[in-house]
């Protein structure tokens, strides 16, 4: 279903700590909550959806871990300082970040999902360019590693939409900045 009024959700998971990942990108405490027959609502999300946004090192991350980009049926925008063009689907985008919200906001089309990573997330976050937050919260304390959130964001209020709990012990809410 297309929109004028599409959002930018930010929908990534964390330890209760905040870490989205552990020390050397370890993402091995995502596992667990792993449970067969269980996705969290992201299938959902997912269909909800239908562009891409994230950063160069986690695009390159998950194709160095010898998967799969799983959204290649999206219109995904890799944000690189060094590389540009179109291959298939996938638009590395090297300007102004701002640009590019502004410009795919004004197309019609379903939501827009940023899936990371961290430094895009402090990005947008900085400059006030995500609508939605859904956090899913890992039942561990990591201590050390990549934090969700950095220094140097505006302080910004938000209203619960929903919040949910799952017999693995993960938290889930869902934000929207107000």
């Not at 929109?3 to 091995?28: F, H, M, P, Q, T």
């Not at 379903?110 to 890992?138: A, F, H, M, P, T």
């Not at 934090?147 to 934000?175: V, W």
Request: aromatic share 10%; net charge negative.
């Amino acid at each position: 279903m297309a929109s004028d009024n599409r959002k930018v959700i930010l929908y990534i998971s964390c330890s209760l700590d905040g870490y989205i990942s552990a020390e050397n990108d370890d993402l091995s405490f995502l596992s667990k909550v792993q449970k067969e027959g269980e996705d969290y609502g992201y299938s959902d999300f997912v269909e909800s959806i239908d562009a891409v946004i994230m950063g160069r090192k986690t695009f390159d991350w998950v194709i160095n871990q010898g998967y799969e980009y799983p959204h290649l049926d999206k219109e995904l925008y890799v944000v690189s300082r060094s590389k540009n063009g179109k291959e298939g689907n996938i638009n590395y985008y090297s300007g102004e970040l701002t640009d590019l919200i502004n410009t795919l906001k004004s197309k019609r089309g379903k939501n827009i999902y940023c899936d990371g990573g961290s430094e895009i997330v402090q990005l947008l976050l900085r400059n006030n360019l995500i609508d939605e937050l859904i956090l899913s919260i890992i039942p561990v304390m990591l201590g050390a590693g990549t934090p969700l959130f950095k220094e140097g964001r505006p302080e910004r209020d938000l209203s619960l939409i929903s919040s949910k709990s799952f017999d693995t012990g993960l938290t889930q809410l869902h934000y929207q900045f107000t």
